[in-house]
């Protein structure tokens, strides 16, 4: 079993920037991929950004160039930078995990964390 508690999130004016943490606990697993997505209002969950265990990050096309993530292997966290929001990055966030405990894969959802975009 892998617990993930995330923080960070909150209202910010377009333009501005926020920080979102993800922090992964257990016993005996090992993190394949760590990352986060969102879910807007009446649309689908999306990928924003996501890195492997080889350390490669993928980021959606939308958010390159406005947001990095980074990860902590040591503490198994990973935090998302995010500036120069935009309106339409709006949506409950959440942290994602792809693990291995005994040889099997079992992912893990966050709770999810609202950002909000507004003027």
């Known amino acids: 079993q892998v617990q993930l508690v995330e923080s960070g999130g909150g209202l910010v004016q377009p333009g501005g920037s926020l920080r979102l943490s993800c922090a992964a606990s257990?016993?005996?697993?090992?993190?394949?991929?760590m990352g986060w997505y969102r879910q807007a209002p009446g649309k689908q969950r999306e990928l924003v950004a996501a890195?492997?265990?080889?350390?490669?990050?993928n980021y959606a096309d939308s958010v390159k160039g406005r947001f990095t993530m980074y990860r902590d292997n040591a503490k198994n966290t990973v935090t998302l930078q995010m500036n120069s929001l935009k309106p339409e990055d709006t949506a409950v966030y959440y942290c994602?995990?792809?693990?291995?405990?005994?040889?099997?894969?079992?992912?893990?959802w966050g709770q999810g964390t609202q950002v909000t975009v507004s003027s």
């Open positions: 890195t492997n265990s080889g350390g490669s990050t």
């Open positions: 994602k995990v792809i693990v291995t405990i005994s040889g099997y894969t079992y992912q893990y």
């Open positions: 257990g016993s005996r697993f090992s993190i394949n991929v």
